[in-house]
T-cell receptor, first 112, second 110 residues
Framework: KAGVTQTPRYLIKTRGQQVTLSCSPISGHRSVSWYQQTPGQGLQFLFEYFSETQRNKGNFPGRFSGRQFSNSRSEMNVSTLELGDSALYLC???????????FGPGTRLLVL | TQLLEQSPQFLSIQEGENLTVYCNSSSVFSSLQWYRQEPGEGPVLLVTVVTGGEVKKLKRLTFQFGDARKDSSLHITAAQPGDTGLYLCAGPFMTGKLIFGQGTTLQVKP
């Protein structure tokens, strides 16, 4: 099976812009989670989607949002970008009934 | 409050040495996972431990889950430069959410 894929891999934006990141889970996985990774804070949970519904959300401002499509693909959007949003954004998928998550390679976002 | 505490945070050793990384919590976890991450890439799952006291081996890597399911350890025998990376432990906090330790950066020098 193909692994989790994320596009784009790298992105440079300026403050105030918005960005959309895409994630395709492993075939058959219906749960998709998003994480932000920074050197100072480590890996932090953003949100999780299952069957097009957001089931859990982390402690991030409303500028961070996401959605999931009927084919389980997911997108996350960050509006009004801030310098502190520079990070590696990771997507992970899980098969039904399992706690183990399988990560994609991430999208490296740089906000100037 | 970090639910999962990893130690040490940094480790620099010579090729051939042994090492142990610890992952501790005051909370009970139904399972714990270990990942290795290389720069610019996502974490890659190494192992999931589920049963208290469980020991799993992956070549030169030995993973142990504490009897009370509050801690885990990763032991590497005869480390190789290819073992260099960030090692992360993670536990499920709620459905679809993993809590991660801060990670252990391992550097193995030839």
């Amino acid at each position: 099976k193909a692994g989790v894929t994320q596009t784009p891999r790298y992105l440079i934006k300026t403050r105030g812009q918005q960005v959309t990141l895409s994630c395709s889970p492993i075939s058959g996985h219906r749960s998709v989670s998003w994480y932000q990774q920074t050197p100072g804070q480590g890996l932090q949970f953003l949100f999780e989607y299952f069957s097009e519904t957001q089931r859990n959300k982390g402690n991030f401002p409303g500028r961070f949002s996401g959605r999931q499509f009927s084919n389980s693909r997911s997108e996350m959007n960050v509006s009004t970008l801030e310098l502190g949003d520079s990070a590696l954004y990771l997507c992970a998928s899980s098969p039904l009934g399992q706690e183990t998550q399988y990560f994609g390679p991430g999208t490296r976002l740089l906000v100037l | 409050t970090q639910l999962l505490e990893q130690s040490p945070q940094f480790l620099s050793i010579q090729e051939g040495e042994n090492l142990t990384v610890y992952c501790n919590s005051s909370s009970v976890f139904s399972s714990l996972q270990w990942y290795r991450q290389e720069p610019g890439e996502g974490p890659v799952l190494l192992v999931t431990v589920v049963t208290g006291g469980e020991v799993k081996k992956l070549k030169r890597l030995t993973f142990q889950f504490g009897d009370a399911r509050k801690d885990s350890s990763l032991h590497i025998t005869a480390a190789q430069p290819g073992d260099t990376g960030l090692y992360l432990c993670a536990g499920p906090f709620m459905t679809g959410k993993l809590i991660f330790g801060q990670g252990t950066t391992l550097q193995v020098k030839p």
